[in-house]
């Protein structure tokens, strides 16, 4: 038996999962891309930065929220990443003793993973530890894109 349409969702149906390469960044060869946006493209999106710059534990937990969200789930965070979670609270107190940046490269290293995105945990050290802001608000813009496409196919 032949098909000539491939099957429509009913309308109780969701679809999950987005467009993990939203902005179409070229693949390479290895399956790996690039980030949809540089490092220190973080004026983007100045307020994420503002905050990344002033209280990197808030941005930090959104952050991680929305990924774990996104992850277990398939579908972005109703409450878009909270305001003070358990994380960043977590990630507030071992900033006091300036290993915040520890908590961020494992979460970086996680935010690649799903993304397919090309690096490794040398880069991902050195941007969470010298670039903090710039760091975070290039995750929170890649998870950005992916809540944008579940919200346009759900």
Same mark, same amino acid.
């Given at each position: 038996?032949?098909?000539?349409?491939?099957?429509?969702?009913?309308?109780?149906?969701?679809?999950?999962?987005?467009?993990?390469?939203?902005?179409?960044?070229?693949?390479?060869?290895?399956?790996?891309?690039?980030? $949809?946006?540089?490092?220190?493209?973080?004026?983007?999106?100045? %307020?994420?930065?503002?905050?990344? #710059?002033?209280?990197? =534990?808030? *941005?930090?937990?959104?952050?991680?929220?929305?990924?774990?969200?996104?992850?277990?789930?398939?579908?972005?965070?109703?409450?878009?990443?909270?305001?003070?979670?358990?994380?960043?609270?977590?990630?507030?107190?071992?900033?006091?003793?300036?290993?915040?940046?520890?908590?961020?490269?494992?979460?970086? $290293?996680?935010?690649?993973?799903?993304?397919?995105?090309?690096? %490794?945990?040398?880069?991902?050290? #050195?941007?969470?530890? =010298?670039? *903090?802001?710039?760091?975070?608000?290039?995750?929170?813009?890649?998870?950005?894109?992916?809540?944008?496409?579940?919200?346009?196919?759900?």
């Amino acid at each position: 038996m032949a098909y000539t349409q491939q099957p429509m969702a009913n309308p109780g149906m969701q679809v999950h999962g987005g467009n993990r390469n939203a902005n179409n960044v070229p693949v390479s060869s290895d399956g790996t891309r690039d980030w $949809s946006h540089g490092l220190f493209d973080c004026c983007g999106d100045a %307020g994420t930065c503002i905050v990344a #710059c002033c209280c990197p =534990c808030i *941005t930090y937990g959104q952050v991680k929220r929305r990924y774990e969200h996104l992850h277990t789930k398939g579908y972005p965070d109703p409450e878009r990443g909270g305001f003070c979670t358990s994380d960043c609270m977590i990630h507030g107190c071992i900033s006091m003793f300036g290993f915040g940046w520890i908590m961020q490269m494992m979460n970086r $290293s996680s935010i690649r993973g799903r993304y397919n995105i090309g690096g %490794g945990g040398v880069g991902d050290c #050195c941007s969470a530890f =010298c670039c *903090t802001p710039c760091e975070l608000t290039q995750e929170s813009r890649e998870i950005e894109l992916e809540e944008n496409t579940c919200h346009k196919q759900g």
